[in-house]
């Protein structure tokens, strides 16, 4: 289905109020991708672009720059995380599992969601068998947690126009890649519909540091101009904001203090939330249902 046949057009300002519990006015999410890079392929993203130029295999420079922050960096995040108690939402590739046990057994003690992100970390268009690819991914997930995955997030936010039916058909209930709104909306597909959580391409450290090159302080400030508007949007009816991090971009020793006063700002507030991607689930659900 093309997206307008899976949803239409809804004018926010027009739509009944939603309520989070508590008199709450913004449920946060963290998010926190962790990827598998294989050194046999060309390196999905590069820091350094090779003296030559082109796309050299094997591409030692850049897959040690991401492999950095699953050694390192993931680490100062989590530190951080702790120290705010906040369960964050693990974003990741079912061969990461694997890869990196001491990162999804941390994850699985502090009660974290994990969240299907595709098998490997590359295009869902380039997948060759996609039905294969998430079942494979929602098998490592069991594995690791106990439990099967409510939620998927596309590597690159990527679907083909089949991803939405896949996933219901799978057994997800949430989808984050349809970055088009501040409320959970809910998508058609040719079986049971499935709901996508907002997510965000702009409060995303990628898009911030590697596309747009900006000094590590944009990633807080930029954060806390969109946590103010959402905010203030959110006095009559309650808003979602996703925070995205990736342990080799933000877990950068020169980066890291920012994540942290993120945190340390938004605490001051005590009515905003943190919830995983599945609690701002099961509350929409709930609070559509009463509608």
């Not at 239409?8 to 109020?17: F, K």
């Not at 069991?142 to 995955?149: F, I, L, Q, V």
């Not at 877990?251 to 009515?271: C, N, Q, T, V």
């Amino acid at each position: 289905m093309k997206p307008l046949e899976r949803i239409s057009y809804s004018a926010i300002a027009e739509r009944p109020a939603l309520k989070l519990p508590g008199g709450a006015r913004l449920a946060v999410w963290v998010i926190v991708n962790v990827e598998e890079w294989d050194i046999d392929q060309t390196m999905p993203r590069t820091v350094l672009t090779p003296p030559a130029g082109g796309s050299p295999m094997p591409d030692i420079p850049n897959w040690c720059w991401h492999e950095y922050g699953n050694r390192v960096g993931f680490w100062r995040m989590l530190e951080v995380l702790d120290e705010h108690e906040i369960r964050a939402v693990l974003a990741v590739n079912g061969t990461a599992i694997n890869a990196y046990k001491p990162i999804a057994k941390a994850a699985v003690e502090r009660q974290w969601e994990f969240i299907g992100h595709g098998y490997t970390q590359r295009n869902m268009q380039k997948v060759e068998n996609e039905r294969d690819d998430v079942a494979r991914t929602s098998a490592a997930i069991r594995e690791a947690t106990g439990k099967a995955p409510r939620g998927w997030l596309g590597p690159g936010l990527t679907e083909t126009w089949n991803t939405p039916d896949l996933l219901a058909e799978a057994g997800y209930d949430y989808v984050a890649d349809w970055v088009l709104d501040d409320q959970p909306v809910v998508l058609k597909t040719r079986g049971k519909p499935i709901v996508n959580i907002p997510y965000t391409q702009e409060c995303n450290d990628v898009a911030m540091m590697l596309i747009q090159h900006h000094p590590a302080r944009e990633y807080f400030q930029r954060a806390m101009d969109q946590f103010e508007q959402l905010y203030h949007d959110a006095r009559d009816s309650a808003r979602v904001m996703a925070l995205v991090v990736h342990p080799y971009i933000m877990g950068a020793p020169h980066r890291l203090k920012y994540f942290r006063m993120i945190f340390e700002r938004i605490r001051e507030r005590s009515d905003v939330v943190f919830w995983t991607g599945e609690q701002i689930l099961d509350w929409y659900l709930k609070e559509r249902a009463l509608r």
